[in-house]
């Protein structure tokens, strides 16, 4: 089976020697934004993991089995954090039972950012006490907010986005459309996943143009109009997205300010500055309405 994942061949290749070598470690971690791509790349592993051969064989009882109901896949992706210490509980029994079809298993664990100590403790020990057939991969938006002892016993692999002009040359070379892919690359700010969602579901596609459309003339916007946006996207719960798309607008802007301009480039480095202060706020727990506004205001001519 040969890889499909776009953008990241040098990370799918690093991880492929060792699990065709046999040597993947217990734990792994794949960090970065929201739609990055870290679901596809763990989905493509966990098959050459679960082959009996190591190498995606296409023909073993296990790679034949449905992917998404595979016996010797666990997913925990809970976000209470009582329902998480129980399952994580749940997860120290599991993992001591045999794999059903294949001769590992794979444990996806995503948003450990998340974890309060107490959850991540349990997620700690199942990892120390996990047998040997046992792998886990887990994802984080924020790999350093991972509880310390959690990292220390994991390989870490955290992901960038592309810059947008490599992107869609990778997606017309994937055979998508040239127009599209330059479109889905930029709208995405050179996230793969989130590329290739665009591409394929217009109205995500719509949505991102209809943020888009907003940023661009967010400078013209009274507070009361930029209350009402933020308030919109709270409701939706959106605000990480939205924030994470408004800071990519905003790094190809700066790209466009000529010299003369000094006074846009600093208003645009404020608001960059102001949109990577966001995502502590996010996890502070501070009102998404109040960060968005706290971001956008600064774009508000008086």
Same mark, same amino acid.
């Given at each position: 089976?040969? /890889?499909?994942?776009?953008g990241?061949?040098?990370t799918?290749?690093?991880?492929e020697?060792l699990?065709k ?7 792994? !971690? ?8 870290k679901?596809?790349i ?6 050459? +993991?679960l082959?009996? *051969?190591n @190498? ?6 296990s790679?034949k ?22 399952? $994580?509980? @749940?997860l120290?029994?599991? +993992?001591h039972?045999k794999? +059903?079809? /294949?001769?590992? $298993? ?29 792998h886990?991969?887990?994802t ?7 509880a310390t ?5 994991? !390989?870490i692999? #955290?992901?960038?986005?592309? *810059?947008v002009d490599?992107?869609a040359?990778?997606l ?8 599209e892919?330059k479109?889905a690359?930029? !709208? ?8 290739l ?7 995500? #596609?719509?949505k991102?143009e209809n943020?888009l @459309?907003?940023f ?10 930029c /209350?009402?946006?933020?308030?919109? +996207? ?7 997205e939205?924030?994470?798309f408004f ?7 700066? #790209?466009f300010?000529i ?12 608001a ?11 996890k502070? @727990?501070i009102p998404?309405? !109040? ?6 205001f600064?774009q508000?001519?008086?």
């Amino acid at each position: 089976m040969k /890889s499909n994942i776009i953008g990241y061949e040098q990370t799918v290749e690093y991880f492929e020697e060792l699990i065709k070598g046999k040597k993947m470690p217990v734990a792994t !971690l794949f960090g970065g934004q929201p739609n990055i791509g870290k679901k596809e790349i763990i989905d493509y592993l966990s098959k050459g +993991i679960l082959c009996v *051969t190591n @190498n995606w064989c296409g023909q073993c009882e296990s790679c034949k089995a449905p992917f998404l109901a595979h016996p010797d896949i666990i997913k925990k992706d809970v976000n209470n954090d009582s329902m998480l210490k129980e399952e $994580m509980s @749940n997860l120290l029994g599991r +993992i001591h039972q045999k794999p +059903i079809l /294949s001769k590992k $298993m794979i444990v996806v664990v995503e948003g450990v950012d998340s974890y309060s100590d107490a959850a991540a403790s349990l997620l700690l020990k199942a990892i120390e006490d996990a047998p040997s057939y046992v792998h886990f991969l887990m994802t984080a938006v924020y790999p350093e907010s991972v509880a310390t002892t959690v990292r220390s016993r994991s !390989l870490i692999k #955290k992901l960038s986005p592309l *810059t947008v002009d490599p992107l869609a040359k990778k997606l017309i070379a994937n055979g998508f459309p040239e127009e599209e892919a330059k479109r889905a690359a930029y !709208l995405a700010g050179g996230r793969v996943g989130l590329a290739l969602k665009i591409l394929k579901d217009n109205e995500l #596609k719509n949505k991102y143009e209809n943020w888009l @459309n907003t940023f661009k003339k967010i400078n013209r916007m009274t507070i009361a109009d930029c /209350s009402s946006f933020a308030d919109e +996207i709270d409701k939706k719960g959106e605000a990480e997205e939205v924030l994470s798309f408004f800071q990519a607008f905003l790094r190809e802007q700066v #790209k466009f300010i000529i010299d003369d301009k000094e006074d846009n480039r600093r208003d645009i480095q404020t608001a960059i500055r102001r949109s990577r202060e966001s995502k502590a706020m996010l996890k502070a @727990n501070i009102p998404p309405r !109040l960060i968005l506004e706290y971001v956008f205001f600064n774009q508000i001519k008086a």
